[in-house]
């Protein structure tokens, strides 16, 4: 099983080389034989729902961004053919692994159940509504991210620990689309100013350095313009062999 998984990230890298417009589908290719150890997680099997695109909840300035970092998906040459922009729109399901046989670590009832944690709410718009690019030649990453009604900290505001939970997204995907699997060993975060509830926000993501397993990320949490800092963050990844997971850590 452990070579399914380390075989699930390595598709999850080689998705982010792949053409804008294969990015695009709703239904994205599956990277694995049917002869795998697990079943193909749901991003891969039939039907997935793809949670990153837009949908009625989307206010204005998050369609804005997203249609802003969409366009640059792809782009078209004065000959008219359309290739590869520099930003690639990554897909999000909601779950991670649809079923394992023969798990270790967690039991098959508990894995049939587990949902990522951000795309876990049924009412759209009600909680983490966010859509991430990656820009492979920049190094960055970026989340465009709305803020729903139920991640209330302070009155009228987001939460810390969802600042925190988003952070952590956009970071990890960072982390893993340049190292391959890694965990979260350190995250480090600034709170400059409080984020008003059903607003929309950038999360910034940029590699600083990479030493052996270690990588370390930046990341900035702003205004739509920029003009306003939200919160600042560094996060420490440590790339691991996937039984580490499996053995339970
Ligand atoms: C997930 C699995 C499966 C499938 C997924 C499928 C598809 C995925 C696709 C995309 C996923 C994309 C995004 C995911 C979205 C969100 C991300 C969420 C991420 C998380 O939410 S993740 C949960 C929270 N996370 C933990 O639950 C970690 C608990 N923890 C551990 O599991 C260990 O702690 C570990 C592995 C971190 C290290 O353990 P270890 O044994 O491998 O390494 P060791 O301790 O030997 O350290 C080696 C060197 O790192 C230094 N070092 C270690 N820790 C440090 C620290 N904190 N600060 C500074 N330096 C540190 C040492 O000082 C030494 O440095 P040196 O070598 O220089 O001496």
Redesign the pocket.
Known sequence: MAGS?GR??RG?QSFTSLPATRAQLSHPPAFFSSRTMVTL?SFLSSKPRDFSLPNSSWGPEMLRLYELYNSQCEVETEGGEKQEGSWQRLPSYNR??KFATGGVYLSKIIQSKAR?FTRNIREQGAAFEYVLFNNKEEQRCVGIFQAGHLLEGPPGHVHGGAIATMI??VT??HA?ILSG??????LNINYRSPIPLGSTVLIESSLDTKE???TFISCKVTSTDSSKLHTESTA?F?S?N?S??LRG?
């Not at 699997?181 to 350190?186: E, G, R």
Request: no cysteine; proline share 7%; hydrophobic share 50%.
């Open positions: 998984l699930l990230f999850f997680p991670s692994l990522l952590d997204t990890g995907t893993t699997p890694v965990m979260t060993a350190n052996g397993r270690k420490l440590l691991i996937v580490h997971l850590g």
